[in-house]
């Protein structure tokens, strides 16, 4: 048996602190971008809205790999309202999404479920208007569940795993905490925070080069 | 060389993790109000609005005593938009103010500062039509900062001091804890957090019946 003196108990008590992954509060900086509302189509609907055949014009590459805005705006319709000018993005997926926040959902009276993209369980309705076209998108409304984009490489260096919920701060005016931030880990992804506008305006950020301070939850 | 019984060193660890600044989260329920934009206005700027000796209809009380949202409406403008149907809440106050959320100041083309009702330093310009005239606020628009009304007894049971920065989690579905929530302390209080659309929004949180969780920042 041992004998351990206090500071030996002290330095051992805090090396178990330091491996349990428990923190105080230890933060590491990483970029945050925000999603306008925007809505992704599946072959037969942008044929529906845009023509048979139809090739969407990429206007501007965004910042995950392969993700692009396209020249192309739809608009959105229910019996509540309207909101014109939505952004279409591509390329082409398996099905049609839209992503609203929920200060969108409101106006059109809605109540999407908050669902990381291509999840689509419960998703709300809603009628799509194109230059050529009408559909009627059953179950493809949802408000985008805050996420990070990082690679295998970011996801060593912050010590996190695909599919782990971490927990983001942003904002200086006007802090907020978002808890629940998924964590998606490809090598075809670029590091960066997804948030939509609501979370920006509720933390005051706007515009380019958001800073957020990443923090494992518990 | 002393020799430490197991409560010695329960002791110790305890010590220590309180050192090491880690805190176990004690969290207590608080009630939670989500505030519309509105508008209070100088008796001035009333009879400017409304005619001369005209006095404001009571539709209903508000949780704070003594405070009333009224039958009136007023309408927004900028060069960049407006918002009509503007809620006029009463009883008059000596200076007018604008409480909007950041989307509504998006509307409008306005970046109105994050405030503490009353505080109008730096408060943005807007124009305010009513039935009977127009004026221009000037320095009048803020963005309510989040802050918990509560009575000297309250704040007693929450171990909290009037000016105190808390922070209030909210939200289920989307998680969002506001980081500096002030403490407003006065007898003529009724205990209720008050939010707005854009922090209620990212939380996912709508109607009455909010529960929030008060956290004593560290």
Redesign the interface.
């Known amino acids: 048996m041992n004998?351990?003196?206090?500071q030996d108990?002290?330095q051992i008590?805090?090396d178990v602190?330091s491996r349990s992954g428990?923190?105080?509060?230890k933060e590491m900086e990483i970029p945050v971008e925000i999603s306008a509302r925007h809505i992704h189509l599946s072959r037969a609907d942008k044929e529906a809205l845009f023509g048979a055949g139809y090739i969407l014009t990429r206007k501007r590459d965004l910042s995950q790999p392969g993700q692009y805005l396209c020249e192309e705006r739809v608009k959105l319709v229910t019996a509540t309202g309207e909101i014109a000018n939505v952004a279409v993005l591509g390329p082409e997926r398996k099905e049609t999404q839209v992503e609203l926040?929920?200060?969108d959902a409101?106006i059109l009276g809605l109540k999407p479920?908050?669902r990381l993209s291509g999840d689509l369980q419960n998703a709300a309705d809603v009628i799509i208007v194109g230059p050529r076209g009408v559909i009627t998108a059953e179950g493809s409304v949802i408000?985008a569940?805050?996420h990070v984009h990082m690679t295998p490489a970011d996801a060593q260096k912050y010590g996190v795993e695909h599919g782990q919920s971490v927990?983001i701060?942003i904002g200086k005016?006007?802090?907020?905490?978002?808890?629940?931030v998924q964590v998606r880990v490809s090598k075809d992804f670029a590091l960066a925070v997804h948030i939509d506008?609501?979370?920006a305006?509720?933390?005051?950020v706007s515009g380019g080069n958001i800073v957020g301070y990443l923090r494992k939850d518990g």
Request: aromatic share 8%; charged share 30%; glycine share 2%.
């Open positions: 004998y351990y003196s206090e108990i002290r008590v805090a602190i428990l923190s105080a509060g926040s929920l200060t409101r479920p908050v408000v569940k805050a927990s701060r005016e006007r802090s907020v905490t978002l808890n629940d506008y609501d979370e305006n509720a933390a005051r």
